[in-house]
């Protein structure tokens, strides 16, 4: 049965996914720079032919991937209303999800075709609305859950994350937006399934019960 997912979801050793004031210049936050250098360097070492434990968390996030889920704040830095159509997302012509992307978002604007097969839908429907509409894109493959943190708190809090990846960086960041906070009883419903160490994170896999 296909699964929503959620894969290199990096956060720090006080558990924040991102930093304060998110913006063009920072677009995860003030403070949060580097934090994903764990997850560059498996590339490199996968592209050179490395292996390594963070080369595999790697490599699983890429498995059976049919259609992604995000929220607004992840596909850009813009807030409130689009001042124009202008803005096309953080990765260029060719982004890196070659499938539907569904966008929360309070402000609508018509879906947007990339290279690459990524076209990227803005929606405002309720969450289990977006994953009905994510899984029928995915045509049986598994959704992939991208962020930020406060879309990911949302699927949490409902129950409908199947497994969530967590890179923990051994740094502490002290304010911004915390990942595990306001769950409320959400959280009973997941375990850890896997904890590992690389020299750079320690990988957390929690799974629904």
Known sequence: MPQLRVHNLTISLDGYAAGP???????????????????????????????????????????????TIMGRNMFGPQRGPWQDEAWKGWWGDNPPYHN???????????SLTMEGDTTFHFT????ETVLDRAF???????????GGPATVQ?????????????????E?????????????EGIAGYRVAELV???????ARLVRR
């Not at 490599?59 to 059976?64: A, G, K, L, R, T």
């Not at 937006?177 to 409320?184: I, K, P, Q, V």
């Not at 160490?197 to 990988?203: D, K, Q, R």
Request: aromatic share 6%; hydrophobic share 40%.
């Open 21 to 67: 004031r998110q913006r063009l210049e920072h677009p995860l936050g003030e403070g949060f720079e580097g934090m994903h250098e764990w997850m560059f360097a498996a590339m490199r070492d996968r592209a050179d032919g490395k292996p390594g434990i963070d080369v595999e968390y790697v490599e699983h996030s890429e498995e059976n991937i049919g259609a």
């Open 100 to 110: 539907d992307v569904f966008v929360h978002t309070h402000h609508l604007r018509p």
């Open 197 to 203: 160490n690389s020299p750079a994170v320690a990988h």
């Open 154 to 170: 949302q699927y949490l809090r409902a129950g409908l994350v199947d497994e969530l990846h967590l890179a923990i960086v051994p």
């Open 124 to 127: 405002d429907e309720p969450i």
């Open 136 to 146: 029928e894109a995915a045509a049986g493959k598994d959704v992939r859950l991208g």
């Open 172 to 184: 502490l960041i002290g304010s911004g937006e915390r990942l595990l906070d306001n769950l409320g």
